[in-house]
């Protein structure tokens, strides 16, 4: 722990201790390198901070089901030294932010009890019944009482979940691993996937352990504030009212220019920890600032920047917790926040200062909030759960999140959440959904998703796998009471963040009448009322398909599925599955979909999409660090669909094929020469060839995947998210970036599919070769034309067409354009045998209604004859033939840093008369030749585009950012290139890689100074 003894408003939270598992790596961790080192690597790679411990790691550990030693062996005390302040009327408070599942605490040898921060909870009962999300506050008593024994001593026993539930520990099996054997549910506030599921190894240890912050704070005397409540109230637009209005404004405008006049109901809660009966009385004072990092700052500071701020005189403070309104409050000239889709996100800053009377007792607490509204409607054609912020309707493209990491290492690292979330912010991902089997996030995730500009669908710790629905039972949690407790605490803790968009009750929960339990239900829907008042909450992701289904009680009748599709039927009503859907009964019944009445009711349609999942492999790069050399050699080979057919190591990560249902292998489509029978065991040629042809499947399969849901909508769509983004361990399935967060070429579909997050998109629909122009904005765009060239891979353009497009570009609307995309019949020169494929490059143009700029949005697309089919197993072989046979492209490229923010700009010119860059990767690397051979990636960096396409004559723009903490490690050499560190103090070069599908690999030299031709 740090110190923390500057009072009276020292308050400095620590870094997680991390959990019980975590500290048994870092005791054991030079055993660990040992075993760690792989195969393919001639020096120990593990590092309990930083890096993934393998399968042969992971063995060294029991599971905590195992028996009662093994329980013992995760029953951890933690103990630290204590610095206390040498003011004695200061007094100590103790808060836990995350431990799983209950700690027993001791201060210098006497035990603690957590006090409640509750009015309506009895001060003197014990509230602490356990649960992984729940804070807990402990009174340390005044500092003069533990000065004799200074430094004191803090000793943490923290107790396991009582039901851990015995895991599934088979990487391949056929019986059902989603929670183990379903028990680790009976405990309730927890995550149920640390038990295991069909994409997770399990967690020995459960998570046990004290997870997220531990902070002490030193008052004077004996009042502590807590949980400053900013409520919006009402927001009116400047110079359209000068008066109160009774209602908030329904429809609020877009623009960063816009300034509005928000009132806030202020509430700020405290806590009394006199023994004696009497009362304090005091005053309460408040600023509102801009957001700022450095909160400590003096009344006087904080008057001159405020532009709110207040005193309340004639307080007192007699109970042992109480809620204090402070006022409706009025922020003049306050700016919106928005999803960075929409708009900006402005913060604000809330400071509260008691003081007493006689200056004997002093507190403050702060917050951060956002001026925005959010409500929900049923979409009128989609008849789905739509989200409203600020009175708009948001079309959610978003992500399914578990946690950042399997095992919690980085549950206070602000710049991880961040570096995760604005790699799906680049990508145009505007919301996240934080599953149900997972957590509640901490406060720096939401933090980071307030400044990216996320929307967060949080769901409650029930999944139907193991609450009742499929196994397990209705009632679990065994304890309603410390359950609801727990969620009463997260709604406290998490309301103010402007990024949280709704609540859930849990993932896939039926039927509502019993899951979640009545009980557990209404107490949910109370204390957001109570606690929040502005949010929506459904009790379940997905319920039940029929004409029984109720959009008020879950998002959508059914979700999934979860496997590799057809790049077509993403653009069909339903992905997967009939349009309309039949239940389990009438398709047991052998009902037709013709059979059905009302085939457009709710029921009968995913109009909310919770979980869409796909195929995924990361990088070879990365690939190399999850796998032994040995492993690396076995990849699967053509049409494998069972577990049992792979090598160990790839089911250890939860490998999932490549291949559908019909036997069609998506990787060995790029397979030269091409297969011509899959029940003869067929392997592409290299792990090298297998891996880029995974990355160019799933760039296809995401980019029309993220199409598909877009083309109707707010007709057929209001939301989809994919299953998943994120990748809290290293997996082969369910992820855009891996646990290094290396993107892969999914990630770069979907980036090209949903334009970077671009208002105006090109969507062509695979299924019926028409365009279509999409504005996601609220708002019109004017629209001027639309522009299609068909080249052959040699680069020969083939083909082409340019069209005028609608005037007006409605706001949240899509144009079908009346205009079928042809298939230009061409002669191939080169593998003449081979089914062609021509490289369609499309775009459009568009401006601002008060801008004359011009705008344009571009995507490429690999395409074959759609006479011919997609089901050909050889359909993309001349690809392969161009990686194969002819020579590699070279490309001319230069890279410079820009002399204000040090981002990274390459320029890369194609100068050869012949053949298309295909897939052109760019890779941050730290000089090879002066590595061990490791992975030399400088990962945690972000690219304006990848996996790109060059035709002969392109030339193209890639801007690369990281991190400050990387920059501020950067250094000019003398020869005028950047460096990290210095030679002579063993430091390396920058450098960017480039190559690709067909390109030659080059390394290139970053220039200190900035290109004189930017974009």
């Not at 307080?315 to 919106?336: C, E, S």
């Not at 209001?718 to 891996?738: C, E, Q, V």
């Not at 005028?804 to 144009?815: E, K, R, T, Y």
Request: charged share 20%; aromatic share 12%.
């Amino acid at each position: 722990f740090k110190r923390h003894d500057t009072p009276p408003f020292a308050t400095d939270a620590t870094t997680a201790p991390g959990t019980a598992l975590f500290q048994h790596w870092i005791r054991d961790s030079y055993v660990l390198n040992e075993t760690s080192s792989s195969s393919s690597s001639s020096t120990p790679s593990w590092d309990p901070w930083t890096d993934f411990p393998n399968e042969n790691v992971m063995k060294l550990y029991p599971d905590i089901s195992d028996d009662d030693a093994a329980r013992d062996y995760y029953t951890l005390w933690y103990t630290t030294p204590v610095d206390v302040p040498k003011e004695g009327n200061c007094r100590g408070h103790l808060t836990l932010h995350g431990v799983n599942y209950q700690p027993i605490v001791y201060f210098d040898g006497n035990m603690l009890q957590p006090y409640t921060t509750y009015s309506e909870d009895d001060a003197t009962d014990d509230h602490d019944t356990g649960g992984m999300f729940i804070r807990r506050h402990y009174d340390l008593g005044l500092a003069n009482f533990h000065q004799l024994t200074s430094p004191s001593t803090l000793e943490i026993l923290v107790l396991p979940p009582p039901f851990a539930g015995m895991p599934c520990k088979e990487a391949c099996t056929t019986r059902d691993c989603q929670g183990g054997d379903h028990n680790i549910a009976k405990s309730g506030a927890i995550m149920q996937c640390t038990a295991g599921w069909d994409w997770i190894s399990p967690t020995p240890d459960r998570n046990t352990g004290i997870w997220d912050e531990v902070e002490i704070q030193w008052t004077l005397g004996d009042v502590k504030l807590h949980d400053v409540w900013v409520k919006v109230s009402n927001i009116v637009v400047e110079n359209e009212s000068e008066h109160d209005n009774d209602e908030t404004t329904t429809t609020l405008p877009l623009g960063d220019d816009v300034r509005v006049s928000a009132w806030i109901d202020l509430t700020v809660t405290a806590t009394y920890h006199e023994s004696s009966n009497r009362s304090i009385d005091g005053s309460y004072s408040y600023w509102i600032t801009p957001y700022s990092s450095h909160l400590q700052q003096s009344p006087e500071l904080l008057e001159s920047s405020a532009l709110a701020s207040g005193t309340i005189y004639n307080v007192t403070i007699d109970q042992h917790a109480a809620d204090y309104h402070l006022g409706n409050i009025r922020i003049p000239k306050a700016k919106l926040w928005w999803p960075h889709t929409h708009g900006d996100q402005p913060l604000y800053t809330v400071q509260v200062l008691f003081r007493s009377s006689d200056n004997a007792y002093e507190s403050r607490v702060d917050t951060t909030f956002g001026v925005r509204t959010v409500s929900s409607e049923t979409g009128a054609a989609s008849k789905s759960f739509t989200l409203k912020i600020n009175g708009h309707p948001i079309f959610l493209a978003g992500g399914n999140w578990i946690t950042t990491d399997q095992f919690l290492r980085f549950s206070n690292s602000y710049q991880r959440y961040c570096n995760e979330l604005t790699l799906m912010a680049n990508a145009g991902f505007n919301s996240i959904r934080v599953w149900g089997g997972g957590i509640t996030e901490t406060r720096q995730f939401y933090q980071a998703a307030d400044e990216v500009g996320m929307l967060i669908y949080q769901e409650f710790w029930m999944t139907g796998d193991n609450n009742g629905r499929f196994a397990g039972d209705y009632d679990w949690p065994k304890d309603h009471g410390s359950y609801t407790r727990n969620v009463r605490d997260v709604i406290r803790k998490l309301r103010n963040h402007p990024s949280l968009a709704f609540f859930g009750g849990g993932n896939e929960l039926y039927p509502t009448s019993k899951s979640p339990p009545r009980d557990v239900d209404e107490q949910i829907r109370m204390y957001i009322g109570v606690y929040d008042g502005t949010r929506p909450y459904v009790s379940s992701s997905v319920t039940e398909v029929g004409d029984s289904f109720d959009p008020f009680d879950s998002l959508a009748p059914k979700d999934g599925p979860y496997g590799i599709q057809r790049e077509e039927d993403f653009f069909d009503r339903n992905p997967g599955f009939t349009s309309p859907l039949l239940s389990l009964d009438e398709l047991a019944r052998n009902v037709s979909i013709h059979d059905v009445k009302n085939k457009c009711a709710p029921g009968r349609n995913i109009g909310f999409q919770a979980e869409i999942g796909s195929v995924s492999h990361p990088e070879l790069e990365s690939l190399k660090r999850f796998l032994s050399s040995d492993a690396l050699i076995s990849f699967p080979g053509c049409g494998v669909t069972s577990c049992f057919q792979v090598d160990q190591e790839w089911n250890y990560l939860k490998w999932l094929p490549f291949t559908e249902q019909s036997g069609l292998d998506y990787i060995c489509q790029f397979q030269y020469p091409p297969v011509s029978n899959l029940t003869i065991v067929t392997r592409m040629d290299s792990i090298e060839d297998y891996s880029w042809a995974a990355q160019f499947a799933q760039y296809n399969q995401y980019n029309a995947l993220v199409q598909g849901y877009s083309h109707r909508i707010f007709d057929w769509h209001s939301a989809f998210y994919i299953w998943k983004t994120s990748s809290p361990s290293p997996t082969l399935r369910g992820s855009l970036y891996d646990w290094y967060l290396a993107t892969n070429g999914g990630y770069w579909g979907a980036h090209s599919g949903l334009s970077g997050g671009n208002p105006v998109r090109l969507i062509f629909n695979r299924h019926d070769w028409t365009l279509n122009v999409l504005n996601t904005l609220p708002k019109a765009f004017l629209g001027t034309t639309m522009r299609w060239t068909a080249h052959s891979l040699n680069g020969t353009r083939v083909g082409g067409d340019t069209m005028s497009i609608p005037d007006q570009l409605n706001g949240n609307h899509i144009a079908h354009l009346e205009y079928k995309l042809p298939w230009i019949q061409s002669e191939q020169a080169f593998m003449p045998e081979l089914q062609n494929i021509l490289l369609y490059r499309m775009e459009v143009f568009y401006r601002n209604e008060y801008d004359s700029t011009i705008h344009n949005t571009r995507n490429d697309y690999y395409l074959t004859d759609p006479s011919v089919g997609s089901e050909s197993q050889s359909r993309y072989a001349l690809l392969g033939a161009y990686r194969k046979v002819l020579p590699r492209v070279r490309l001319q490229v230069s890279c410079a840093a820009d002399d204000d923010s040090m981002d990274i700009v390459c320029k890369v010119d194609h100068l050869q008369k012949e053949t298309i860059g295909i897939m052109t990767r760019f890779t941050l690397v730290l000089d090879p030749s002066m590595s061990d051979g490791s992975d030399n990636r400088l990962l945690q960096s972000f690219y304006s585009q990848n996996y790109i396409t060059l035709l002969p004559g392109d030339s193209s723009y890639v801007k690369i950012n990281t991190t400050n903490e990387q920059k501020q490690t950067w250094t000019c050499l003398p020869d005028g290139y950047i460096g990290v560190g210095t030679r002579k103090r063993g430091g390396f070069v920058l450098m960017v890689s480039v190559d690709g599908w067909n390109v030659e690999h080059s390394t290139i030299l970053i220039g200190c100074t900035h290109l004189l031709a930017t974009t």
